[in-house]
């Protein structure tokens, strides 16, 4: 079983950054698919961005292409959201998920992960 751990929320004005982290402990795997997802009130949970373990390609929503990146540290188990040029409708829970032996390629084209953390505020002032 992973277990997924999110921090690095807060609250930030329009045009200002933060970076997410997601700590993953437990069980490991070969390949592994980490995405972040978010959830504005009244919205339904989208994709954000996601990345493979094992390297590769990274995937984006078009809403945040060219202001957020997402990277992986292995040695620290460990997956960021960098997110920087903020606007006020980046606000909302940020979720991080795992899915094993899925791609990234598989998270961008809409698998859903079947593991999450327990999501971050991120809230942007306008």
């Known amino acids: 079983q992973v277990t997924l751990v999110e921090s690095g929320g807060g609250l930030v004005q329009a045009g200002g950054s933060l970076r997410l982290s997601c700590a993953a402990s437990?069980?490991?795997?070969?390949?592994?698919?980490m995405g972040w997802f978010r959830q504005a009130p009244g919205n339904e949970r989208e994709f954000v961005a996601a990345?493979?373990?094992?390297?590769?390609?990274?995937y984006y929503a078009d809403s945040v292409k060219g202001r957020f990146t997402i990277s992986a540290d292995n040695a620290k188990n460990t997956v960021y959201l960098q997110m920087n040029s903020l606007k006020a409708e980046d606000t909302a829970v940020y979720y991080c998920?795992?899915?094993?032996?899925?791609?990234?390629?598989?998270?961008?084209?809409?698998?859903?992960?079947?593991?999450w953390g327990q999501g971050t505020q991120v809230t942007v002032s306008s």
């Open positions: 990345i493979s373990w094992s390297g590769g390609r990274t």
């Open positions: 437990g069980r490991t795997f070969s390949s592994i698919a």
């Open positions: 998920g795992a899915k094993p032996f899925t791609t990234a390629q598989s998270m961008y084209g809409g698998t859903i992960p079947n593991v």
